[in-house]
């Protein structure tokens, strides 16, 4: 190999593996020693089926590229390593050297990415769909802006059950953090609404900026028998001068 190309692999922070056709190792950098807690020494010229004799099938991307001549790309592949769980993303890519073939893969270990976004995803749903409780039989949902698409789902599905589990029979729905609304947002009001009124809930709105209220009428959304409030003290006073019992 190539004095300055292998120094330049060195260098680089995501792992670099490289294997010939019989499936031996001719070069690994550092990056990729450090990942698996490997020692370059015990590892060139080793066979790869040797150094991960326990490998399943499926994660044996290398040995696919080989046996099927076909490069290959896992944007996110876990993978167990001597106590260790990772996500890692790998890429293989077949070239020719001296008129041989060879196989370098690249591997990146986006495992504390994965764990961010996976709490992220999580701190969204929590905020999407978070029904709260303020009396017996009658809670309060606070709307959040659509930031991903998974939002609507979550919406839909998430705040009927949690209605169900709490046993809410009385609804508000908080659109105080809603700047803006669309055709979308009215196919998703909707269909919540729909949901939620099979259940037997009742619900009503509060908290609606001008501006919203302006593009309701603009985008003729109509939401028939649903009440409307100015704010949540307003609509907790209806709900509780109408039958329901503090439960502090």
């Given amino acids: 190999m190539n004095v300055l190309l ?75 390593w001597r106590g260790k769980e990772m996500i890692l993303h790998f890429k293989t890519k077949r070239f020719i050297h001296e008129g041989e073939w060879f196989v370098l893969s690249r591997i990146v270990d986006i495992t504390k990415q994965s764990q961010t976004e996976k709490h992220l995803i999580h701190m969204i749903e929590e905020m999407t769909a978070n029904v709260v409780t303020i009396a017996k039989g009658y809670a309060l949902l606070p709307l959040q802006p659509i930031l ?19 046993n809410v029979t009385r609804l508000v729905i908080q659109f105080s953090g809603i700047s803006e609304i669309d055709q979308e947002w009215a196919v998703l009001l909707r269909n919540l609404l729909h949901s939620l009124k099979l259940l037997g809930i009742e619900v009503a709105l509060a908290g609606m900026r001008p501006k919203v209220v302006r593009q309701f009428i603009e985008n003729n959304i109509r939401l028939n028998d649903v009440r409307t409030f100015m704010n949540i003290s307003q609509a907790t006073k209806y709900f509780l001068e109408t039958g329901l019992k503090a439960n502090f």
């Fill in 6 to 80: 292998r120094n330049a692999m060195d260098l680089l922070d995501e792992g670099v593996l490289i294997l010939n056709k019989d499936f031996k190792v001719t070069y690994v950098n550092p990056a990729y020693v450090q990942m698996f807690q490997l020692e370059e020494e015990r590892v060139v010229g080793e066979h790869i089926h040797d150094i991960y004799p326990n490998l399943p099938q499926s994660k044996r991307v290398i040995t696919h590229t080989i046996e099927r001549e076909k490069d290959i790309t896992l944007e996110s592949m876990e993978f167990h």
């Fill in 148 to 166: 991903r698409e998974e939002q609507r789902l979550i919406l839909l599905e998430r705040v009927p059950v949690q209605c169900q589990e709490k």
